[in-house]
């Protein structure tokens, strides 16, 4: 009786536990990265050095973007200068963007609409996967705590009834 009332709630902590888990943490994360996307913003900059050239990795691709020192003015118009990713091979005094916070600092660039989604599924498809571990964990401890606790019980029982058992069947 006891293992059907566990097989049961483990059934209905999976039905609706793990898509209200994931619901709830695809939507925390939407919200969290949504909000960074809005905090972020593009400003104009300007290289302080002649950005170096950038190295082929071992394939020898690159990705045409190095890091080099620019200069750019806060929403509170004090002038900032940073390290930020450019263009290699660009000219000190070139005109570039870099990504800040609202109080000026340079950030990195906010993920992309389609990197939200991507995140926000990933993070939902995890947490009901892992409210399903966890029930299915739980059930298989239930079960070998009322497998043993039968174990034991079998034992006590054939312990009175095995010696009258085997009496009767020499």
């Known amino acids: 009786m ?51 050239v950038a190295q082929p990795a071992g394939d020898g691709s690159t990705t045409g973007q190095v890091r080099a020192i620019v200069r750019w003015t806060g929403p509170d118009g004090t ?6 990713r450019v263009h290699d091979g660009s000219k000190a005094g070139t ?13 990195q660039r906010p993920p992309t609409p389609e990197q939200i989604a991507t995140r926000a599924v990933l993070a939902g498809t995890s947490a009901a996967a892992g409210v399903g571990a966890i029930s299915l964990a739980g059930r298989g401890m239930a079960r070998w705590r009322l497998d043993r606790a ?21």
Do not use: N, Y
Request: glycine residues 10%; charged residues 20%.
């Open 2 to 52: 006891i293992e059907a009332w566990v097989v049961l709630v483990t059934g209905v902590v999976m039905a609706v536990g793990g898509p209200a888990a994931g619901v709830a943490a695809g939507t925390a994360v939407d919200a969290s990265l949504r909000q960074e996307r809005a905090d972020r913003h593009r400003v104009p900059a300007v290289l302080k050095e002649d950005a170096p």
């Open 79 to 84: 002038v900032h200068t940073g390290t930020a």
């Open 95 to 107: 005109a570039t963007e870099v990504w800040t916070d609202g109080r000026g600092q340079l950030v």
């Open 150 to 170: 039968r174990t034991q019980a079998w034992g006590r029982a054939w312990a009175e009834v095995g010696p009258r058992w085997s009496r009767h069947i020499r």
